[in-house]
């Protein structure tokens, strides 16, 4: 391994590091540099924003050290991630894009200036978009559109690898007492469904009132349903849907994945003693068997931890099949609930329409439906009144204003002088009391 400091100078590194990369997620490298007399040349110098380069010729920046005594000499661990990870969370994209998009316009947004390319090899429906951009990072973006597509992505160099799957059909096998152990299934049915509804073929922008504007509507109920009952989920609404093939694919996807099922082992490199193991990759499908819990099955890998010394040999390896502990995501949806309501806070996102109270919904429906015209009375006062309906009006004036069914006749409600209250028809809805 190398290091390369900020003035771009590189230096032979002995480490023993840990690589750990999730399926579609975060990877990083965590390392100690021990005083060894190769990398005594920068020890002292070493930090943040240097770059590492592994033996594969991978540069990760490091973004975290921590420098502690040992005996009479220095110690420092060091973090780093991939540099495609750093560049993409510090470059932001300012314009803010509303519109229907393809996977190849979405992404070309996302990659565009950014030194980095992409090459999209499957099929990806377009998605209709609010708020790409406007300030938004890369990486962000760029994890938004992994999820709305459904792609996976690998990175080789300085070019990006969009898919529909990554990873290989292999014929590893791992097996308890093999080369597998601490083998542990866990199994999560907190958000099991077992029925999905999906709303198609509208027009963009449409999300609204998709139940009335789909021109595709179409069921889903997994056989489960006639064990467990109906378990609900969150329906489609996708109008760039337009086919019953590809929303029937998109509700079996929704309602058959909702089982999270995750196994995780150890895995021994049995190489030295003869038995044939290549090095597995995130996404592969591999076979493991553990007859103690009835296990035998092709699983997927989702996330892996190699640690090799600086030998570059593999001295640890842990695999996680199936997707990802209960623990890490319970932990990545709280980050994600996090980052929402901090940029709601910060007035950075907006809630749509549809997540307000049905009778907030209806009077502002019921406001922005109504055409009103504002005249000058003959008193001087303001007054605004429904050109459908003349006889309901809002009059202004310095004392207040009341509203009135009948032309200005009578008052419904008023607000008058210090202590003021505006009422509406029913006793529970006091829009104002000051």
């Given at each position: 391994?190398?290091?390369?400091d900020?003035?771009?100078?590189?230096?032979?590194?002995?480490?023993?590091?840990?690589?750990?990369?999730?399926?579609?997620?975060?990877?990083?490298?965590?390392?100690?540099?021990?005083?060894?007399?190769?990398?005594?040349?920068?020890?002292?110098?070493?930090a943040?924003?240097?770059?590492?380069?592994?033996d594969?010729?991978?540069?990760?920046?490091?973004?975290?050290c921590?420098?502690?005594?040992?005996?009479?000499?220095?110690?420092?661990?060091?973090?780093?991630?991939?540099?495609?990870?750093?560049?993409?969370?510090?470059?932001?994209?300012?314009?803010?894009?509303?519109?229907?998009?393809?996977?190849?316009?979405?992404?070309?947004?996302?990659?565009?200036?950014?030194?980095?390319?992409?090459?999209?090899?499957?099929?990806?429906?377009?998605?209709?978009?609010?708020?790409?951009?406007?300030?938004?990072t890369?990486?962000?973006?760029?994890?938004?559109?992994?999820?709305?597509?459904?792609?996976e992505?690998?990175?080789?160099?300085?070019?990006?690898?969009?898919?529909?799957?990554?990873?290989?059909?292999?014929?590893?096998?791992?097996?308890?007492?093999?080369?597998?152990?601490?083998?542990?299934?866990?199994?999560?049915?907190?958000?099991?469904?077992?029925?999905?509804?999906?709303?198609?073929?509208?027009?963009?922008?449409?999300?609204?009132?998709?139940e009335?504007?789909?021109?595709?509507i179409?069921?889903?109920?997994?056989?489960?349903a006639?064990?467990?009952?109906?378990?609900?989920?969150?329906?489609?609404?996708?109008?760039?849907?337009?086919?019953?093939?590809?929303?029937?694919?998109?509700?079996?996807?929704?309602?058959?994945?909702?089982?999270?099922?995750?196994?995780?082992s150890?895995?021994?490199?049995?190489?030295k003693q003869?038995?044939?193991?290549?090095?597995p990759?995130?996404?592969?499908?591999?076979?493991?068997?553990d007859?103690?819990?009835?296990?035998?099955?092709?699983?997927?890998?989702?996330?892996?931890?190699?640690?090799?010394?600086?030998k570059?040999?593999?001295?640890?390896?842990?695999?996680?099949?199936?997707?990802?502990?209960?623990?890490?995501?319970?932990?990545?949806?709280?980050?994600?609930?996090?980052?929402?309501?901090?940029?709601?806070?910060?007035?950075?996102l907006?809630?749509?329409?549809?997540?307000?109270?049905?009778?907030?919904?209806?009077?502002?429906?019921?406001?922005?439906?109504?055409?009103?015209?504002?005249?000058?009375?003959d008193?001087?006062?303001?007054?605004?009144?429904?050109?459908?309906?003349?006889n309901?009006?809002?009059?202004?004036?310095?004392?207040?204003?009341?509203?009135?069914?009948?032309?200005?006749?009578?008052?419904?409600?008023?607000?008058?002088?210090?202590?003021?209250?505006?009422?509406?028809?029913?006793?529970?809805?006091?829009?104002?009391?000051?």
């Open positions: 391994m190398e290091v390369r900020l003035s771009g100078n590189e230096y032979a590194a002995q480490l023993t590091h840990t690589w750990e990369g999730e399926l579609n997620g975060n990877q990083e490298l965590k390392a100690t540099v021990i005083p060894s007399k190769v990398n005594k040349e920068f020890i002292h110098d070493i943040q924003m240097w770059v590492i380069i592994d594969d010729n991978t540069e990760y920046k490091i973004i975290y921590k420098r502690k005594g040992a005996g009479n000499t220095l110690t420092v661990e060091i973090r780093a991630i991939p540099l495609f990870f750093d560049d993409f969370d510090t470059q932001r994209i300012y314009e803010r894009y509303d519109e229907h998009m393809t996977d190849t316009r979405f992404f070309s947004l996302v990659f565009e200036g950014s030194g980095y390319n992409y090459i999209l090899n499957g099929t990806f429906y377009a998605q209709d978009w609010e708020g790409v951009g406007d300030g938004e890369r990486l962000s973006l760029f994890q938004r559109g992994l999820e709305r597509y459904k792609a992505f690998r990175i080789s160099g300085n070019t990006v690898y969009l898919e529909n799957q990554i990873g290989r059909d292999t014929q590893f096998q791992y097996r308890y007492r093999l080369n597998a152990s601490n083998i542990t299934q866990e199994i999560d049915a907190a958000g099991m469904y077992t029925y999905a509804r999906g709303y198609g073929d509208y027009e963009e922008g449409g999300n609204e009132d998709a009335n504007n789909a021109g595709l179409r069921e889903y109920i997994s056989p489960l006639e064990i467990i009952g109906i378990r609900e989920a969150p329906p489609i609404k996708n109008g760039s849907i337009r086919t019953t093939e590809q929303m029937d694919e998109q509700l079996k996807i929704l309602v058959d994945e909702s089982l999270k099922i995750s196994v995780s150890d895995i021994h490199d049995l190489r003869g038995y044939a193991l290549a090095q990759q995130n996404g592969d499908r591999v076979f493991l068997i007859e103690r819990i009835g296990l035998n099955e092709e699983v997927r890998i989702v996330n892996m931890s190699v640690t090799k010394n600086w570059d040999e593999i001295i640890a390896l842990n695999l996680t099949f199936g997707s990802e502990g209960i623990a890490k995501r319970y932990q990545s949806s709280l980050k994600a609930a996090a980052d929402s309501i901090n940029q709601l806070l910060e007035g950075n907006k809630l749509p329409f549809s997540v307000y109270d049905a009778r907030m919904q209806e009077a502002t429906n019921a406001m922005t439906d109504i055409l009103t015209q504002l005249t000058v009375l008193n001087g006062s303001l007054a605004a009144i429904d050109k459908d309906d003349p309901n009006m809002v009059i202004y004036n310095a004392n207040g204003l009341f509203i009135s069914e009948d032309g200005g006749a009578t008052p419904k409600q008023a607000i008058w002088g210090v202590a003021l209250t505006l009422q509406l028809s029913q006793p529970d809805q006091c829009l104002l009391t000051v």
